[in-house]
């Protein structure tokens, strides 16, 4: 079974950082894309950062750019995402996905496994 299991969510102060981890089991995801989304109340999945299936390639939103960092360790299977100067406003839930193409995408639809999500929730 193909599982995406994000971590490293919580609460933190305004300013502070977090850093989400994303393991895959039940296959190795080194040869595919993988991204970032988040979802607040109310509001539509958000792309967030996605990465090539080398780590060379990466983008970002221009919402997160300069503050946040995707990058994966495909001996481990797994991506993470570093936050760092955290807004109130990036409260959401996360997500880890990845494509089935080696190519990174910015499009929701284009991903093919998705984990069930980690709370990040940041105080003024």
């Known amino acids: 079974q193909v599982q995406l299991v994000e971590s490293g969510g919580g609460l933190v102060q305004a300013g502070g950082s977090l850093r989400l981890s994303c393991a895959a089991s039940?296959?190795?995801?080194?040869?595919?894309?993988m991204g970032w989304f988040r979802q607040a109340p109310g509001k539509e999945r958000e792309f967030l950062a996605t990465v090539s299936w080398s780590g060379v390639y990466t983008y970002y939103a221009d919402s997160v750019k300069g503050r946040f960092t995707i990058s994966r360790d495909n001996a481990k299977n797994t991506m993470y995402l570093q936050m760092n100067s955290l807004k109130p406003e990036d409260t959401a839930v996360y997500y880890c996905?990845?494509?089935?193409?080696?190519?990174?995408?910015?499009?929701?639809?284009?991903?093919?496994?998705w984990g069930q999500g980690t709370q990040v929730t940041v105080s003024s």
């Open positions: 996905a990845a494509r089935s193409s080696p190519t990174y995408s910015v499009s929701v639809p284009s991903y093919d496994y």
């Open positions: 039940g296959r190795s995801f080194s040869g595919n894309a």
